[in-house]
């Protein structure tokens, strides 16, 4: 399965890292076509770097980009998407963390859902850090969507990348779960969590 991840920054490094260690193909696109090709020779050889163009070739479309952008993104290539699983992990927060950009009563996925409407739009990796995805070790990742196929094919992406997928339901549990992470964001200066901690649940 090749995954298409929109973006270089460290969260699209940390979720690349994961797929590639376990044999997925990965491009990555950017409007920098340099950052995209330094992020793809970090990657290795299962990944290859590009300008950002559309999203042909790709089942699946990561999309590693702050809120607006990657509502923009999903409007510019909404044909494109059409009849494709895209995974939006943005947090809309604001600068001070103190609140949702989002409209009241619906979340960043459900906006991009809107944006794309031929899409099958799924929320998941936005309560994981990317320090943490950078590492090997077990993280839980919380997935919100309404098709049970497309979710059961994350699923998989997950559980093969070393992390253990948690369906919480339709994609109006997004808004819950971009709560959860405001909350999570917000909170690390006072546990001095150096952005590197983890949500997870625990037995």
């Not at 969260?11 to 330094?38: E, H, K, T």
């Not at 947090?91 to 609140?99: F, M, R």
């Not at 320090?131 to 059961?152: C, H, M, N, Q, Y």
């Amino acid at each position: 399965m090749e995954i298409l991840i929109v973006g270089a920054g460290r969260m699209a490094r940390g979720i690349g890292l994961r797929l590639v260690r376990n044999d997925y193909q990965v491009r990555i696109a950017d409007r920098d076509p340099d950052s995209a090709a330094d992020l793809a020779s970090e990657l290795g050889a299962s990944a290859s770097g590009e300008v950002l163009y559309n999203a042909a070739g790709a089942s699946v479309i990561v999309l590693a980009l702050p809120y607006e952008a990657a509502k923009d993104l999903a409007r510019e290539w909404s044909d494109d998407l059409a009849d494709k699983i895209v995974v939006d992990i943005c947090n809309p927060v604001n600068a001070s963390l103190d609140s949702l950009v989002t409209p009241e009563g619906t979340s960043a996925a459900e906006e991009i859902a809107k944006a794309a409407p031929g899409a099958t739009v799924l929320k998941a990796f936005n309560t994981t850090f990317a320090s943490r995805l950078a590492t090997s070790e077990p993280l839980d990742v919380f997935i919100a969507g309404d098709d049970p196929d497309a979710k059961r094919r994350l699923n998989e992406v997950c559980a093969n990348a070393d992390l253990r997928p948690i369906d919480v339901g339709g994609l109006k549990f997004a808004r819950t779960l971009e709560a959860m992470q405001l909350i999570h964001m917000k909170v690390q200066d006072q546990i001095q969590g150096n952005w590197s901690t983890a949500l997870t649940i625990a037995a």
